[in-house]
């Protein structure tokens, strides 16, 4: 039987997107997880991270393996974004994503096309909407994934993205003289434990 319209809230960008058993529904948990947004400015490079993203989506598997994904939901909050410069750092960039009025980073796309080649390497890909500071585009994402000897997942995605075409005014300081990269890196890395539960 596969697994039917379950929602998982997770704390990860597309964690959801991996390896189901059969003939069970499923839940995942975090093992442990890295995700942030990488950049430069005229000073140094610098990178935040992304402390808080809740994901729910729709699911189905086959066998052992993923078959369809829909309904993605994505949300980080802007507040949840944290600097390794300290509080200046944030307040910049939660001024750049006009958090105020915007408080949250928003992804949705309604299905995900999904690939797994002959060493069990799984590939999602989602043509999807992202919206930052207010401002949405199309977006497409692209995660890798594979299945550990413990049967844990293992799961990477890297997205660059620029401020400017999301009309965002990339940060400055010192009255203009240290300016921040128009382009920035998104990298999510991330083990998930399954916690398979009787079926229906």
């Known amino acids: 039987m596969n697994s039917k319209h379950s929602i998982i809230t997770l704390v990860v960008l597309l964690a959801i997107f991996l390896y189901y058993p059969l003939h069970a529904q499923n839940t995942l948990s975090v093992k442990s997880v890295k995700a942030s947004i990488q950049g430069t400015s005229t000073l140094h490079e610098w990178e935040s991270e992304i402390t808080k993203i809740n994901c729910l989506g729709n699911f189905q598997s086959e066998g052992s393996r993923l078959k369809n994904l829909d309904d993605i939901n994505v949300r980080i909050p802007v507040a949840g974004i944290k600097s390794s410069e300290g509080r200046m750092m944030d307040n910049k960039t939660y001024e750049a994503f006009k958090s105020d009025d915007h408080p949250y980073i928003l992804y949705t796309a309604s299905h995900a096309q999904i690939t797994v080649d002959a060493a069990n390497l799984t590939t999602i890909k989602v043509s999807g909407n992202l919206t930052m500071a207010g401002t949405t585009k199309p977006i497409t994402v692209e995660a890798r994934g594979k299945l550990l000897a413990n049967g ?49």
């Open 152 to 200: 844990d997942m293992e799961i990477s995605l890297s997205r660059k993205l620029k401020m400017t075409e999301f009309n965002m005014k990339p940060p400055t300081a010192m009255m203009g003289t240290i300016k921040v990269g128009d382009e920035v890196t998104v990298t999510v890395n991330l083990v998930l434990s399954q916690s398979p539960t009787a079926s229906r």
